[in-house]
């Protein structure tokens, strides 16, 4: 297929056999309304600077692009840089999107705005968002959900939000997104749903990757300028996949980078995944024998989710990406790893690609280069990383 084809197909939300839009007709005309006006505005030159001043203002980008000298000699192989998404406001990447689709909100005249969110740092980064540009703010969580991650939940209260608990089903994340898309298809005339990342029904996975793309179009110009030349690889952890197609996107062009994702051993959605339609869109996840979503692991609750993002999905089919998993031991190792070197706490979510890139970067030879997409800080999963060692040192 030629490159125009390609793209062409991209704009009615396909990725080879993957994305589209496999929802109720009351649901797509909310999706139409937005891809409409999301094509409106992403290329005005009025909401693009207002989107760079608060990336700017706001944010803190852009964000360095750290050469982990440490680290790369400890480890005798490639230079390893990290791009610093844990120094953005907030301490991850999900701020990025967050401010993208609240400015187009805005523009698109909604008052309120609505979230589901599982762990709920979505649903933090939304609030955040909402308290900023001063717009109502509903989040929904299931019920179960909101129990484990109380502090998450006082998070968004403080920030201005309601907090709805689902107890429908199992009272998890599935039946908080059934909720918030029920609340979309009677409102959205005057509601605007945020997605938190590279997934969902078109337009939401191009829309992601716009806002997200930030990050390797700043990483490609930094490295270029540190080291005059492109790196061979760049290396992100995978949940819905926002933070890695963002760090991908500037690269997707350049054949001679290894675009590498990385997913836990317990949620490999592409590794382990097949074809099938999940959430209204098609992509690679995980079914159980009667074909219903297999439940999934992490110990990083950011990667806990069974389907990815179609772009990913379409990459890996066609041979431009490659995908693949880490063990938890690993993970531990890698977050270790980097506090000690570099005095660097990183999430969780990022040290599974961390953790991959200390096995590649000794391979590789001295004057190579990969760069790592660390998206987001460690500080909130200071205690659970406790437990977790507590647990290993135990089991040992
Ligand atoms: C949410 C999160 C992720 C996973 O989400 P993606 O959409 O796959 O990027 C990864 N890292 C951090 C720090 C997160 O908060």
Known sequence: MSRAQTEQLQQKGYFGQFGGSFVPPELQEALDYLEEQFNRFKDDEDFNNEFRYYLKEYVGRENPLTFARNLTEKLGGAKIYLKREDLNHMGAHKVNNVLGQILLAKRMGAKRVIAETGAGQHGVATAMGC????????????????????????????????????????????????EALNDLVANYKNTFYLLGSAVG???????????????????????????????????????????AIGAFAHYIDEPSVRLIGVEPEKAATITEGVPAIIHGFKTLTLLDEQGNPRPTFSIAAGLDYPGVGPEHSYLKECGRAEYYTVTDDE??????????????????????????????????????????????????????AYNLFQNRKQNN
């Open 131 to 178: 308290a900023m540009f001063n717009m109502e703010c509903v989040i929904y969580m299931g019920s179960e959900d909101t129990k484990r991650q109380a502090l998450n939940v006082f998070r968004m209260e403080m920030l201005g939000a309601k907090v709805v608990p689902v107890s429908k089903g199992q009272g998890r994340l599935k039946e908080a997104v059934d």
């Open 201 to 243: 029904p078109h337009p939401y996975p191009l829309m992601v990757k716009h806002f997200q793309s930030v990050i390797s179009e700043e990483s490609k110009r930094q490295i270029l300028e540190k080291e005059g030349r492109l790196p061979d690889a760049v290396v992100a952890a995978v949940g819905g996949g926002s933070n």
């Open 331 to 384: 993970v531990l190792d890698a977050f270790q790893l980097l506090c000690k070197t570099e005095g660097i706490i990183p999430a969780l979510e990022s040290s599974h690609a961390l953790a991959y890139a200390f096995k590649l970067a000794p391979q590789m030879e001295k004057d190579q280069i990969i760069i790592v997409n660390l998206s987001g800080r460690g500080d909130k999963d200071v205690q659970h």
